[in-house]
């Protein structure tokens, strides 16, 4: 039989039988707007939640922990063994790593100290990195330039909004551009006498970074010497690090794709190490099987189904058995048989799933809708502005629609099997006398 006859009678045959084709077919659309909306929604907090890993840090970046300063920290014991130190010969090491394009310490100021311009006052975190690795940490720049000189700064695009007027006691209207201004920083301390003791270093922004969204922002750069001549001054002797170790480095990686590999090695040589990209990872293979579980939900209700399409086609063979019977004595095979009825339940199942896929895809955005607004509406009584606010629950994967629509076709080929099997085998001697 040709694909075109095949066609044709199938199609005939679903047509005279057209109000229990579509009785059955309802089961297949619910099981498989089931398997969209479900599955969507997955795709949609794992879409939400991996973009907030994108502000959380840059996915090239490491950071890197000494296992020494964890356990200073109330984490675990090392393991016995040589303590692993990051000197600055561990960094040598690490910048020789394939992928590897910067490699710098982050030594924070440890008193801290609050920023003068003019009669402004401000404030924010100032941290210490090698100016040798600036350049490849390729620091996004709205203006000036990535370099770091003696006491001179690189400032996060927010450091200006901390600015205030301590004599209005509100912060300025209008935040002051720091790009190529001299600011002081006021350093305090207790002496040893007990009295108070003051230094004012003078500082030059070079550049101020553009916006990332994430600590980045309210973040001071300095010079890795400065810092350590600073923190020297608070603690009354010169800190070295890169003999002793430093607590914290960053690892700057050429491309996303190589940081696992990166973190990997780190790891190997006894230090603790974490980035955006490996929780990224972890996220993804967390959602993936909550998609499975729910898409898993979605085709019980197909299964369901499929005992429905079983008991349309079982039911045909007997309304419909001299046909068969005709058929097979004017030269009809059991292939033929078998492929009239293997098609008619297949046809059920791509009906039925083309109609959950609009159903489901519809269900989809009514869901996104409504959620959509009742999240933002929660979010802007919290505080937040409504042009800020932009929430998205479902995300339906173009792979998802033809997916769906494939898998309720197979799901009715394969319930057509045994009613098939059962067509085939029929005597046409017998299925002609068949009342």
């Known amino acids: 039989?040709?694909?075109?006859?095949?066609?044709?009678?199938?199609?005939?045959?679903?047509?005279?039988?057209?109000?229990r084709v579509a009785m059955t077919a309802i089961g297949v659309v619910i099981g498989t707007a089931a398997v969209i909306v479900l599955v969507s929604l997955a795709a949609g907090l794992q879409r939400t939640a991996t973009e907030g890993v994108g502000s959380i840090?840059?996915?090239?970046?490491?950071?890197?922990?000494?296992?020494?300063?964890?356990?200073?920290?109330g984490g675990p014991a090392?393991?016995?063994?040589?303590?692993?130190?990051?000197?600055?010969?561990?960094?040598?090491?690490?910048?020789?790593?394939?992928?590897?394009?910067a490699v710098t310490p982050r030594e924070p100021l440890m008193g801290g100290g609050t920023l003068r311009l003019n009669r402004l006052l401000g404030g924010a975190q100032f941290v210490g990195i090698d100016p040798t690795q600036v350049e490849g940490l390729d620091f996004a720049l709205a203006s000036g330039m990535g370099r770091l000189g003696r006491w001179q700064v690189l400032a996060g695009t927010r450091v200006a909004e901390g600015f205030y007027d301590p004599q209005a006691r509100r912060p300025?209207?209008?935040p002051p551009d720091l790009q190529g201004q001299g600011l002081q920083l006021v350093l305090s301390k207790t002496g040893e006498d007990g009295l108070p003791v003051e230094r004012v270093v003078r500082l030059r922004v070079t550049g101020v970074l553009e916006e990332s969204g994430r600590s980045d922002d309210y973040t001071l750069y300095l010079a890795l010497n400065d810092v350590l001549e600073l923190n020297g001054w608070f603690t009354g002797r010169r800190?070295?690090?890169?003999?002793?170790?430093?607590?914290?480095?960053?690892?700057?990686?050429?491309?996303?794709?190589?940081?696992?590999a990166v973190?990997?090695?780190?790891?190997?040589?006894?230090?603790?190490?974490?980035?955006?990209?490996?929780?990224?990872?972890?996220?993804?293979i967390l959602f993936l099987v909550i998609q499975g579980v729910f898409g898993g939900i979605g085709a019980i209700a197909l299964i369901v189904a499929a005992f429905g399409i079983a008991n349309t086609m079982t039911m045909a063979i007997y309304e419909r058995t001299r046909e068969i019977g005709l058929m097979k004595a004017v030269g009809a095979t059991n292939r033929?048989?078998?492929?009239?009825?293997?098609?008619?339940?297949?046809?059920?199942?791509l009906l039925g799933g083309l109609g959950g896929v609009l159903v489901g895809v519809g269900l989809g955005a009514l869901i996104d809708l409504i959620a959509g607004t009742y999240l933002a509406a929660q979010a802007?009584?919290?505080?937040?502005?409504?042009?800020?606010?932009?929430?998205?629950?479902?995300?339906?994967?173009?792979?998802?629609?033809?997916?769906?629509?494939?898998?309720?076709?197979?799901?009715?080929?394969?319930?057509?099997?045994?009613?098939?099997m059962r067509a085939a085998a029929l005597s046409p001697v017998t299925a002609l006398k068949y009342e």
């Open 336 to 349: 033929d048989v078998m492929s009239v009825f293997l098609a008619e339940a297949g046809g059920i199942g």
């Open 239 to 260: 800190p070295n690090p890169g003999r002793d170790g430093y607590q914290q480095v960053l690892v700057k990686v050429a491309t996303s794709e190589q940081v696992l």
């Open 263 to 284: 973190e990997q090695e780190i790891r190997a040589r006894g230090f603790y190490a974490y980035s955006s990209r490996s929780a990224l990872q972890e996220m993804n």
């Open 172 to 174: 300025v209207e209008k």
């Open 1 to 19: 039989m040709k694909a075109r006859d095949l066609l044709r009678l199938v199609w005939s045959n679903l047509r005279r039988m057209k109000v």
């Open 380 to 420: 802007v009584q919290s505080g937040a502005s409504a042009a800020e606010v932009s929430i998205s629950l479902i995300h339906t994967p173009l792979w998802l629609p033809i997916f769906a629509v494939a898998f309720a076709a197979l799901v009715g080929v394969a319930s057509g099997l045994y009613p098939a």
């Open 78 to 101: 090392n393991q016995a063994g040589e303590e692993a130190v990051l000197d600055d010969r561990t960094l040598g090491e690490l910048r020789d790593l394939p992928g590897v394009v």
């Open 57 to 73: 840090g840059d996915l090239t970046q490491i950071t890197v922990i000494s296992r020494t300063f964890i356990r200073t920290m």
